[in-house]
């Protein structure tokens, strides 16, 4: 069977460290249509769906983003005119999008040599589906996973900044937390260390793990899926920033990540000890809402705030 996700040559030697331009077979997919998403839409959680103007800065204030006074569904069903950027977040909860990002990425990891994708150590797969209008920007930032991005349909022009000497943004910022917004400050002069891979319907791009990026659309309304996973080493990464994030929070300052590999060790078990009490009661949104306004404060739910009517 051919891969849904193709790429090649220099690319097999970049992954999972450097960026790649790459092409992908999803373009005219079922899943993928306006009246779809509509339907998607409808069928997620609401503190899956963030959305606001897509008229903001790459080094958009996060408490002073434009909002849009629209409901999800009707953001979707009216994106070629709502100046509107929406990501529906963790789609692979709905059956049909979670055996989509699974056929992908075990595909990947076949082309790869690879039995599957748990075989080439791709776990906790996530999909974010972005629908956004003409002309909207996705200021600058990080994600804590690897990310295989697809262009769905329109143009979209993803700027990856290369910070692997951390003169561009410090190990600190990374310590990404829900009360922290993930918006990172941005520089002109970062542009220099930019890799920009200009996509239309078909493109695609490789993210690696915490590449700081920043996106903006074409003259028509785009979609987009990031297709994400974590790694062994990824997950422990993911435990010591949050960590970190929250003892920082509360006053304690932390060594970045890297800097003391046995504090590190230290922190990624005491965050899995942490964790598995609270995972029965994070399946209920408002007790999810609840945990993390209590370990991060208010502002941990920010972007429920930024729902209108
Ligand atoms: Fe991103």
Request: hydrophobic share 40%; glycine share 6%.
């Amino acid at each position: 069977m051919t891969s849904l996700i193709e790429f090649a040559g220099e690319a097999r030697t970049a992954f999972p460290k450097r960026p790649f331009a790459l092409r992908h077979k999803l373009a005219d997919h079922p899943l993928f249509t306006l009246e779809r998403l509509v339907a998607l839409a409808s069928e997620m959680p609401t503190d899956a769906i963030e959305y606001n103007s897509g008229k903001v800065g790459i080094d958009q204030k996060p408490e002073e983003t434009p909002l849009i006074d629209l409901e999800p569904v009707e953001v979707v069903r009216r994106i070629r005119e709502a100046n509107a950027w929406m990501v529906l977040k963790r789609v692979e909860r709905v059956t049909a999008y979670r055996a989509l990002l699974q056929e992908v990425l075990d595909g990947v990891a076949r082309d790869m040599g690879h039995r599957d994708a748990a075989d080439a150590g791709f776990t906790n797969l996530e999909g974010f589906v972005f629908v956004s209008s003409p002309n909207a920007t996705t200021p600058f930032h990080s994600d804590p996973e690897d990310n295989f991005f697809v262009q769905i349909h329109g143009d979209k022009f993803f700027h990856v900044i290369d910070n692997s000497d951390h003169s561009v943004v410090p190990g600190e910022a990374f310590e990404v937390t829900p009360a922290m917004h993930r918006n990172l400050p941005y520089r002109a002069e970062f542009e220099a260390r930019a890799t920009v891979f200009e996509m239309k319907a078909g493109d695609g791009c490789f993210v690696p793990y915490l590449w700081p990026h920043w996106v903006r659309t074409g003259e028509t309304y785009s979609i987009s899926m990031a297709m994400t996973w974590k790694s062994p080493a990824v997950r422990r990464s993911n435990k010591v920033l949050f960590m970190n994030g929250m003892l920082r929070k509360w006053g304690f300052p932390q060594k970045p990540l890297g800097v003391s590999p046995v504090l590190d060790g230290a922190k990624a078990a005491a965050y899995t000890a942490l964790r598995a009490p609270l995972e029965p009661l994070r399946r209920s949104e408002r007790l999810r809402n609840f945990i993390r306004g209590a370990l991060f404060g208010r502002n941990a739910n920010y972007y429920l705030a930024s729902r209108k009517g």
